[in-house]
Structures are given as structure tokens and as C-alpha cells.
């Protein structure tokens, strides 16, 4: 009995103790709980920033994506350009050389109309002098005047009685055309200033 009451006395005294021990640690735990409160706030806030961090990156790579395919693009429609240029440029060149070849061409035979020109113009004026010479001739034989001499010069012409080149005949009788229209304007006025005085 003796060594039983020992025991429980021992027991009871271990009992105290623990619950002593117990209650220590309920209270460092509570602590702890108290002390954990702002990390559990912190670790709280650092998800949702590591949350709203992957969303940016996730939303960055979809731009970069769609940016890498605008540019894929791009580049493609720059290759399809430059290609297209290339082509323009082929046939412009090809143009322009047909053209070059043509203008050779139409020069060569405009030289070639004009040499013509200038041969017909030089036959045509030997055909007039010769024309003209046999009209003077048949003239001083027919009619008997004065014998043909270097003084007949086909680039005359007769005016009023005598002989100026022909250009400057043209501008006399060009003159003398205005000069009447002119008096005519002006005895037209004086009739009718007359018929208005006589009104």
C-alpha cells in the first residue's frame, strides 16, 4: 500500500506537472498562431502578386506570339514585294529596251524620210530651173525678145514694175492689201457717219 500510495502521490505530482507542461505549450502555440498571422498574410499577398505576375507573362506571350506572327508576316509580304518589284523592274527593263530598240528604229527611218526629203526638194528645185529655163527659152523664141541671159532668176518676182525677190513681193502685196482693207474701214465709217447725220 505504501509503495501504491507513493506512486499515486508521484502520479499526481507528474499530472500536475504535464498540465503545467500542457498549458505552456497551448500558449507558445498560441503565440506562434499570433506570430504565423502576418507570414500566413505575406505568403497570401505573394501568391496572388505570383498569380497576377503569370497572368502579365502568360498575357506578354500571347503578344509576343502574335507580334512574332504580325512580324512572320510582314516578312513574308516584304519577300512577296521585293519579289514583285524585281518582276516590275524585269519587265520595265525589257520595255525600255523594246522602246530604245523602237526609237532606233524610227530615228533610222526618220533620217532615212528626211535624206528622201532632201533629195526629192533637190530634184524638185532642178526640175522648176529647168522648167523654168525652157519657158524662157520657148518665150525669146516665140516672141522674139531679148536673148535669155543669167538676168532670169526664178526666186523674182514683178512688182509694179519691177523685179524683187519673192518673199519680199509677198510682204508688199500683203501691205498694200491692208493698207485698201484699211481705207475701206474708213470711207465705210464716213458713209456712215453720213447716213447718221442724214437720220
Same mark, same amino acid.
Given at each position: 500500500m505504501?509503495?501504491s500510495?507513493?506512486?499515486? $502521490? ?7 506537472q504535464?498540465?503545467?507542461d500542457?498549458s505552456r505549450?497551448?500558449?507558445?502555440? /498560441?503565440?506562434?498562431?499570433e506570430n504565423?498571422?502576418p507570414s500566413?498574410?505575406a505568403?497570401d499577398?505573394?501568391? @496572388?502578386? @505570383?498569380?497576377r505576375e503569370a *497572368?502579365?507573362r502568360?498575357?506578354? +506571350? #500571347?503578344?509576343a506570339? $502574335? !507580334?512574332?506572327?504580325l512580324l512572320?508576316s ?6 512577296? *514585294? !521585293?519579289?514583285? /518589284?524585281v518582276?516590275? #523592274?524585269?519587265?520595265a527593263?525589257e520595255k525600255l529596251s523594246?522602246s530604245? =530598240?523602237?526609237?532606233a528604229?524610227?530615228?533610222a527611218a #526618220? $533620217?532615212?524620210v528626211e535624206?528622201e526629203? +532632201?533629195q526629192?526638194? +533637190?530634184e524638185?528645185?532642178?526640175?522648176l #530651173? ?7 527659152r520657148?518665150?525669146h523664141f516665140l516672141?522674139?525678145?531679148p536673148?535669155? %541671159?543669167?538676168e532670169f532668176?526664178?526666186?523674182?518676182e514683178?512688182?509694179q514694175?519691177?523685179l524683187v525677190?519673192s !518673199?519680199?513681193?509677198g510682204a508688199?502685196?500683203?501691205?498694200? @492689201?491692208?493698207a %485698201?482693207g %484699211? ?5 465705210? =465709217?464716213?458713209?456712215?457717219?453720213c447716213v447718221e447725220?442724214?437720220?
Open positions: 505504501c509503495r500510495i507513493v506512486l499515486v $502521490e508521484q502520479g499526481i505530482e507528474g499530472h500536475g504535464h498540465a503545467e500542457v505549450l497551448e500558449q507558445e502555440l /498560441a503565440e506562434a498562431r504565423l498571422k500566413l498574410a505568403n499577398d505573394l501568391s @496572388a502578386s @505570383a498569380a *497572368a502579365k502568360e498575357l506578354a +506571350d #500571347k503578344d506570339a $502574335e !507580334a512574332r506572327r512572320a510582314a516578312k513574308e509580304e516584304a519577300s512577296r *514585294a !521585293a519579289a514583285e /518589284a518582276e516590275v #523592274k524585269k519587265m527593263e523594246s530604245a =530598240a523602237e526609237l528604229a524610227l530615228q #526618220k $533620217e532615212q535624206a526629203l +532632201d526629192n526638194y +533637190d524638185s528645185e532642178e526640175l #530651173k529647168q522648167c523654168f529655163d525652157r519657158a524662157v520657148q518665150a516672141y522674139g525678145g536673148p535669155a %541671159t543669167s532668176n526664178m526666186d523674182y514683178v512688182h514694175g519691177r525677190p !518673199a519680199e513681193a508688199l502685196e500683203a501691205s498694200e @492689201a491692208q %485698201t %484699211t481705207h475701206e474701214g474708213e470711207a465705210e =465709217a464716213e458713209e456712215g457717219e447725220v442724214q437720220d
